[in-house]
C-alpha cells in the first residue's frame, strides 16, 4: 500500500513501496496496479530516447511489446523535498523488450514521484543501465 494512511510507515519507505509496485505491476502486466502507482502526467524515457506516456506504457506491458519476468531491488536511494522526490531504483531484472529475446539486465529506473492527497504517484521514469557489483554473475529465477 502506498496512501499516506499507513500508520507508522514514512514517506523513504512509501516511495519505495510505489517502485516496487510499479515493478510488480510489470511483472504481473498488471493493468490496474500500474494504473495506481503512476501519475496520469507519467512519461517513461526508454535508453534510446523513445517516450511512452502512462497509458501507452502500459498498453505495451499488457500487450506483450514489453515483458519482464522478474526484478531483483539492488538499490533504491531516495531524495525528498516536501511533496516532490526522486527514487534512483538500481534492479537486476529479466525483460524481453519490443520483440528482442529475454535477457538480464541492470536496469536503473530515476523515478520522480509527487505527492498528493496523502499518496505518492511516479510521474517521471528515466531508463538507464549500471553496473552491478557482481555484473554478469547473478541469475534471475522466473
Known amino acids: 500500500m502506498i496512501t499516506g ?5 514514512d ?3 512509501q516511495i519505495r513501496n510505489a517502485y516496487e509496485k510499479m515493478y510488480a505491476g510489470m511483472i504481473a502486466k498488471g493493468e490496474t496496479m500500474l494504473r495506481e502507482v503512476l501519475d ?4 517513461l524515457v526508454h535508453m534510446t530516447g523513445m517516450r511512452q506516456s502512462k497509458e501507452a506504457f502500459i498498453r505495451a506491458v499488457c500487450n506483450g511489446t514489453l515483458n519482464y519476468f522478474s526484478a531483483v531491488h539492488e538499490n533504491m536511494p531516495v531524495e525528498r523535498s516536501g511533496d ?3 527514487l ?10 519490443f520483440g528482442g529475446g529475454r535477457s538480464n539486465w ?13 499518496k505518492w504517484s511516479i510521474t ?3 531508463a538507464s543501465t ?8 547473478k541469475a534471475v529465477q522466473p
Request: charged residues 20%; contains cysteine.
Open 40 to 43: 496520469d502526467s507519467f512519461v
Open 106 to 118: 541492470h536496469l536503473q529506473q530515476k523515478c520522480s514521484l509527487k505527492k498528493t492527497g496523502g
Open 130 to 137: 549500471y553496473w552491478g557489483e557482481d555484473a554478469g554473475c
Open 88 to 97: 534512483t531504483g538500481q534492479s537486476y531484472v529479466a525483460a524481453a523488450v
Open 5 to 9: 494512511e499507513v500508520s507508522g510507515m
Open 11 to 13: 514517506d523513504t519507505r
Open 124 to 126: 517521471r521514469s528515466v
Open 84 to 86: 516532490t522526490a526522486v
